[in-house]
């Protein structure tokens, strides 16, 4: 088999796993994937993932791949908090939630960081539409802000609260308070509910 029909047959999946290539190709040659990702033709995302590196220069597809390649999980934390523009600083590691034990990797398009919470509490985000028609699992502003929260334990304070900087307008105007609330109420955690309220008391008008 050669690259360009490898490419034609793979290329609108976005990312894909080696057992999508072998479904469709039984005897394909493993060895391909390593000469092709040497010639730069396809990108290694994690082991048994791999994309094409045209979607460099798409919009978002960094999120997108933080989706894909361990799932389930939804973007959330820092990242989801600085695509609302509710923080200041730009974020250099892609910050997901996932069920799954927690997880990094590393590769040309991020460095992917998953943190694990129990299954019941894998709820609060949208599908979020980015280029190519495709969406992507993204924490309503909420729920990112409540993983941060209830994960980074050490937020307990007014002055810790302060330094995450918080834009002032958009929690008086666009957060939704009673959505956080009823949020909180759902992870049963008697130490968040105090975190929230101090969050509250912090940045609420």
């Not at 994937?33 to 990108?43: D, Q």
């Not at 597809?61 to 894909?68: C, E, G, P, V």
Request: proline share 4%; hydrophobic share 40%.
């Amino acid at each position: 088999m050669n690259y360009l029909e490898f490419k034609n047959e793979m290329f609108d999946l976005g990312c894909f796993s080696i057992n999508q290539v072998y479904a469709w190709q039984p005897n394909f040659d493993r060895n391909n994937f390593l000469h092709w990702t040497k010639k730069g033709l396809l990108v290694r995302l994690r082991q048994g993932f791999y994309t094409f590196p045209e979607y460099k220069s798409k919009p978002d597809f960094n999120l997108y791949f933080a989706n894909r390649i361990y799932r389930p999980s939804y973007v959330s934390l820092h990242t989801a908090l600085a695509f609302y523009g509710m923080i200041p600083e730009a974020v250099v590691q892609i910050t997901s939630v996932t069920s799954l034990k927690t997880a990094n990797f590393n590769n040309p398009f991020g460095e992917f960081s998953y943190k694990s919470v129990r299954n019941e509490l894998m709820f609060g985000y949208d599908l979020k539409p980015i280029a190519d028609g495709r969406t992507l699992q993204l924490a309503k502003p909420e729920k990112a802000l409540l993983d941060l929260l209830y994960l980074y334990f050490f937020y307990n304070t007014t002055e810790d609260l302060e330094e995450l900087r918080l834009d002032e307008d958009f929690m008086q105007v666009e957060f939704n308070w009673e959505l956080m609330q009823t949020y909180t109420l759902q992870f049963k955690n008697k130490a968040l509910e105090k975190r929230v309220k101090l969050l509250s008391n912090t940045y609420k008008s």
